[in-house]
């Protein structure tokens, strides 16, 4: 080994200490900030080291690659509103897909004929992988971006299409990894995985987008791991192992606060058998509030709470539920905010949100923490979010979404509950907690309702 | 890959597995996205794989182009992802609201 190979080793070691030192510092939110230096650092230090350690003999595809990944990357990072932040994942999970993909065809391209069983085993992981995950996560993007419908799409006999297209892929996976002259198995797996990846994703939901995404996260990571095996480099190994675990570790907690299994959000289709089952009526009536009675509800309360729900990022109303809330502050009124694992559209996206807007974090509570305080909290106003506070999940053994935990904003002395129309949330299910006695609706766009409520509190 | 790299490449894999799960379990909800955003932008560290084939060696003109937009979209993942992150992770900094309102009503 020459020198420089000992530097790059080095430089590899080194970033594989910072990274997990970074996601160490992620468990409190002081801590994380210092943690993510540490990992950039990491970064630097391995892309130099590689670009030392390797003979390279031509710059201008990487210098050219660099510079407009840099660019694009800093547009982004700039650029992005907080509220597009499950889109932009999205988009970022199909690129570091994308790239581990690439890497598999051109090492393929390269080397294919000098490759062990094992080697050709992990590089069709790999580009399996890394194809599905691109795909998969464009068509995610494109739902959250609006750019097509969230709702799922089906067919008659979609599980045994998609059942097909997997068999096939695999079969060709196996073909190539017992002929790797075989240049056709290897592309049509390759072709397979883009269309499998495609089929995957479009039947399901918008409201199950954060086990999705968590999912895709975790295929992405492991592509990456894979990569890792094929070139025999420890670094890539663990990135993508840290990647996909963390992936695979929110996807486990988004489908426990679902009460779902992973089988059943991807082959579920869960929307649309509930508008087959036609639900019964919940009855009665929905009681509407004016502006002023809320807002006096809310400034002679002691103790209100907020609920933030998918509603809020759409009508980008974190801004005015947090000038409410100070207003209300202000009177002496305590103020909370109740963030359900699965309240829009990634894991954590309400925090996020409004962090934003400066609500500080120590007024951001999780259900475990709440849910003991609603039975003394005086309002209880539910912002545009609908299943995560539907009683129906607790009480009603038939509900479909019977045995999701929830927020039990229904415990609380009075509801609130902001919504743009008198329609159904996402999943379509009857919410009766719309009809009991204590709560009162107020209908029309968050942000405006939200801000018209805190004039009206100002002139209480 | 000879027998010994395997067995070693399996022990880092085993356990950076059991490492991730350790920490991560650790991360509270409320950095979830963050922890998305950064664990994403880490595993842009396949841009050094993408680093070999666009510019390494003498290999044919295709896999240097294949290297190439590869090694675009992990830039854009390591700039993107770690510049965001830290957006995020600023706002989270933040002690109490700020008075003067800076919302920004777009």
Same mark, same amino acid.
């Given at each position: 080994?020459?020198?420089?190979?000992?530097?790059?080793?080095?430089?590899?070691?080194?970033?594989?200490?910072?990274?997990?030192?970074?996601?160490?510092?992620?468990?409190?939110?002081?801590?994380?900030?210092?943690?993510?230096?540490?990992?950039?650092?990491?970064?630097?230090?391995?892309?130099?080291?590689?670009?030392?350690?390797?003979?390279?003999?031509?710059?201008?595809?990487?210098?050219?690659?660099?510079?407009?990944?840099?660019?694009?990357?800093?547009?982004?990072?700039?650029?992005?509103?907080?509220?597009? $932040? %499950?889109?932009?994942?999205? &988009?970022?999970?199909?690129?570091?897909? !994308? #790239? +581990? *993909?690439?890497? @598999?065809?051109?090492?393929?391209?390269?080397?294919?004929?000098?490759?062990?069983?094992?080697?050709?085993?992990?590089?069709?992981?790999?580009?399996?992988?890394?194809?599905?995950?691109?795909?998969?996560?464009?068509?995610?993007?494109?739902?959250?971006?609006?750019?097509?419908?969230?709702?799922?799409?089906?067919?008659?006999?979609?599980?045994?299409?998609?059942?097909?297209?997997?068999?096939?892929?695999?079969?060709?996976?196996?073909?190539?990894?017992?002929?790797?002259?075989?240049?056709?198995?290897?592309?049509?797996?390759?072709?397979?995985?883009?269309?499998?990846?495609?089929?995957?994703?479009?039947?399901?939901?918008?409201?199950? $987008? %954060?086990?999705?995404?968590? &999912?895709?996260?975790?295929?992405?990571? !492991? #592509? +990456? *791991?894979?990569? @890792?095996?094929?070139?025999?480099?420890?670094?890539?190994?663990?990135?993508?192992?840290?990647?996909?675990?963390?992936?695979?570790?929110?996807?486990?907690?988004?489908?426990?606060?679902?009460?779902?299994?992973?089988?059943?959000?991807?082959?579920?289709?869960?929307?649309?058998?509930?508008?087959?089952?036609?639900?019964?009526?919940?009855?009665?009536?929905?009681?509407?509030?004016?502006?002023?009675?809320?807002?006096?509800?809310?400034?002679?309360?002691?103790?209100?709470?907020?609920?933030?729900?998918?509603?809020?990022?759409?009508?980008?109303?974190?801004?005015?539920?947090?000038?409410?809330?100070?207003?209300?502050?202000?009177?002496?009124?305590?103020?909370?905010?109740?963030?359900?694992?699965?309240?829009?559209?990634?894991?954590?996206?309400?925090?996020?949100?409004?962090?934003?807007?400066?609500?500080?974090?120590?007024?951001?509570?999780?259900?475990?923490?709440?849910?003991?305080?609603?039975?003394?909290?005086?309002?209880?106003?539910?912002?545009?979010?609908?299943?995560?506070?539907?009683?129906?999940?607790?009480?009603?053994?038939?509900?479909?979404?019977?045995?999701?935990?929830?927020?039990?904003?229904?415990?609380?002395?009075?509801?609130?509950?902001?919504?743009?129309?008198?329609?159904?949330?996402?999943?379509?299910?009857?919410?009766?907690?719309?009809?009991?006695?204590?709560?009162?609706?107020?209908?029309?766009?968050?942000?405006?309702?939200?801000?018209?409520?805190?004039?009206?509190?100002?002139?209480? | 890959?000879?027998?010994?790299?395997?067995?070693?490449?399996?022990?880092?894999?085993?356990?950076?597995?059991?490492?991730?799960?350790?920490?991560?379990?650790?991360?509270?909800?409320?950095?979830?996205?963050?922890?998305?955003?950064?664990?994403?932008?880490?595993?842009?560290?396949?841009?050094?794989?993408?680093?070999?084939?666009?510019?390494?060696?003498?290999?044919?003109?295709?896999?240097?182009?294949?290297?190439?937009?590869?090694?675009?979209?992990?830039?854009?993942?390591?700039?993107?992802g770690f510049g965001i992150t830290d957006r995020m992770l600023k706002m989270f900094g933040k002690r109490r609201p700020d008075a003067t309102a800076t919302a920004v009503h777009k």
């Amino acid at each position: 080994m020459t020198i420089q190979t000992y530097f790059m080793e080095a430089t590899y070691l080194l970033a594989s200490i910072l990274f997990i030192l970074a996601l160490k510092g992620m468990s409190h939110p002081e801590t994380a900030r210092r943690g993510m230096f540490m990992a950039e650092a990491g970064m630097f230090a391995a892309i130099v080291g590689t670009l030392v350690g390797t003979q390279i003999v031509t710059w201008t595809w990487i210098i050219a690659g660099l510079s407009l990944g840099s660019i694009i990357g800093a547009w982004m990072a700039v650029t992005v509103p907080m509220t597009a $932040m %499950p889109q932009r994942t999205a &988009l970022s999970h199909a690129f570091g897909a !994308l #790239a +581990a *993909a690439l890497v @598999g065809v051109g090492e393929f391209v390269v080397k294919a004929a000098e490759m062990g069983t094992v080697t050709r085993g992990a590089l069709g992981f790999e580009v399996m992988l890394g194809a599905l995950t691109t795909t998969g996560s464009l068509i995610a993007a494109a739902k959250l971006q609006g750019v097509i419908g969230g709702k799922p799409i089906q067919f008659r006999g979609q599980n045994a299409v998609n059942l097909l297209i997997a068999l096939a892929m695999v079969s060709s996976f196996v073909l190539f990894w017992m002929h790797p002259e075989m240049v056709t198995a290897f592309y049509s797996m390759l072709g397979l995985a883009f269309v499998f990846g495609v089929m995957l994703v479009i039947p399901i939901g918008s409201a199950d $987008m %954060p086990v999705v995404m968590s &999912l895709l996260n975790s295929y992405a990571g !492991l #592509a +990456a *791991a894979a990569t @890792g095996f094929v070139l025999g480099n420890n670094v890539l190994i663990i990135a993508g192992t840290l990647d996909g675990f963390s992936g695979f570790i929110l996807s486990v907690l988004m489908c426990k606060a679902m009460n779902r299994s992973i089988t059943n959000v991807l082959f579920g289709g869960f929307g649309s058998v509930i508008a087959e089952a036609g639900q019964a009526s919940a009855g009665g009536v929905m009681r509407e509030i004016n502006l002023d009675d809320a807002a006096m509800q809310l400034a002679f309360a002691n103790r209100v709470v907020f609920v933030p729900g998918y509603g809020l990022a759409t009508a980008q109303a974190q801004h005015a539920v947090r000038e409410l809330a100070e207003l209300l502050q202000d009177r002496g009124v305590t103020v909370k905010y109740a963030i359900h694992p699965v309240a829009g559209r990634m894991p954590g996206h309400m925090n996020v949100l409004l962090a934003e807007a400066n609500v500080p974090y120590s007024a951001l509570y999780e259900m475990e923490q709440i849910n003991p305080e609603f039975p003394s909290t005086d309002v209880a106003v539910v912002i545009g979010a609908n299943d995560v506070v539907n009683p129906d999940a607790r009480d009603n053994p038939k509900s479909l979404i019977a045995g999701m935990p929830i927020l039990e904003v229904d415990r609380a002395k009075s509801v609130i509950v902001l919504k743009r129309g008198q329609g159904r949330g996402f999943s379509g299910l009857e919410n009766p907690l719309f009809f009991k006695s204590c709560t009162s609706m107020l209908y029309g766009d968050a942000k405006s309702t939200l801000s018209h409520l805190a004039q009206a509190v100002q002139r209480v | 890959m000879n027998p010994a790299v395997l067995i070693a490449s399996i022990y880092v894999f085993a356990l950076a597995a059991f490492l991730g799960y350790q920490v991560i379990s650790r991360v509270p909800p409320l950095l979830h996205t963050p922890l998305m955003s950064a664990t994403n932008a880490i595993s842009g560290i396949s841009l050094i794989g993408s680093l070999v084939l666009a510019g390494a060696v003498h290999y044919p003109l295709f896999a240097h182009i294949l290297g190439f937009v590869a090694v675009t979209t992990a830039t854009v993942n390591v700039v993107g992802g770690f510049g965001i992150t830290d957006r995020m992770l600023k706002m989270f900094g933040k002690r109490r609201p700020d008075a003067t309102a800076t919302a920004v009503h777009k």
